[in-house]
């Protein structure tokens, strides 16, 4: 294959496990999702919510449930999506929202750059809440 400029042409590849920015233009930033123990069911503690931002999901393979709160100050009730791959899934400013991820998954994010944990808090969950998370994923994936 021929080398292009990297002026004319960024090419970006991610194979490590959770979240990392690939890349960051103007006012928007694209990052890739995939497995982390740290989002089994078991072990989420917190939901956020971004502040001043739509976040966008795309499933590119594996499994992910993307988990969402009831749009208050506290979260009232959680639900769960099982994603379908190449669906665009966009979650609105504000909304509380997690997420599981099987072991082979990638997932694509597209979000403002200005994201920072300045402008998304997290909350964190009740005892019934994080069960709740794990009972989601049992019905979604029969686990």
């Given amino acids: 294959m021929k080398n292009i400029d990297e002026h004319l042409l960024e090419i970006h590849n991610y194979e490590g496990t959770g979240y990392k920015p690939l890349i960051d233009y103007d006012k928007w930033r694209v990052a890739i999702l995939r497995y982390s123990d740290e989002l089994l069911p078991k072990r989420i ?4 919510r971004h502040n001043e931002t739509d976040e966008v999901f795309v499933l590119l393979e594996g499994r992910c449930i993307l988990f969402i709160g009831e749009v ?3 979260i009232t009730s959680i639900t769960g999506i099982d994603l379908e791959p190449q669906k665009i899934y966009n979650v609105k400013r504000g909304v509380w929202h997690s997420h599981t991820l099987s ?3 990638s997932v694509l994010i597209v979000e403002n750059r200005d994201t ?3 402008n998304s808090p997290k909350k964190f969950l009740n ?4 069960q709740r998370l794990i009972e989601i994923t049992r019905e979604l994936w029969q686990a």
Wanted: aromatic share 0%; charged share 30%.
């Fill in 45 to 48: 503690i917190t939901m956020q």
């Fill in 72 to 74: 208050n100050d506290t």
């Fill in 103 to 105: 072991n082979d998954a």
């Fill in 116 to 118: 920072t944990n300045q």
């Fill in 127 to 130: 005892d019934d809440q994080r």
